[in-house]
């Protein structure tokens, strides 16, 4: 994907991570998996069956800010804000039975990645 591809929003940015984790047997990508009356972007189940070692599994949500006109118009109050929203969905989304079941052992990962046009401003753990 180019450049341009990426300033469409959030659903370029999560066809491409899609694509490009499941090029690994590892785990099992889905996206826009429905858990706890949600739809997490992306959701890597790892693949016990095979790996039985696999320590993580994880859960993905993308945010998307499109670009304001200048840069100053992005503050910090506007990404805490979307943050906050993306935690508390991956907090919901992990208190689903059947998906607890498929990760088994392992640790769970909750992951945010929030993205404004093609750039990476802030990814962390929750």
């Known amino acids: 994907m180019g450049i341009r591809d990426l300033i469409t929003g959030e659903k370029a940015i999560q066809a491409f991570l899609n694509v490009y ?3 690994s047997d590892l785990y099992l990508v889905s996206s826009e998996k429905e858990l706890k009356k949600g ?8 693949f016990l069956v095979q790996y039985p070692q696999l320590k993580y ?4 949500e993308i945010k998307y ?3 304001p006109a200048k840069k100053k118009e992005l503050t910090p ?3 805490k ?11 919901r989304y992990c208190l689903d039975d059947k998906f607890k079941k498929a990760i088994g052992h392992t ?9 404004s046009g093609c750039r ?3 990814h962390g753990e929750v």
Do not use: H, M
């Open 57 to 60: 599994s994880y859960l993905i």
């Open 39 to 46: 739809y997490a972007d992306l959701v890597l189940e790892p």
């Open 107 to 115: 640790t769970l990962k909750k992951l945010v990645l929030l993205f």
């Open 65 to 67: 800010i499109k670009p």
């Open 120 to 122: 990476l401003i802030s």
């Open 21 to 23: 984790l499941g090029l």
């Open 77 to 79: 109050e506007n990404i």
């Open 81 to 91: 804000e979307v943050k906050e929203k993306a935690e508390a969905q991956l907090n």
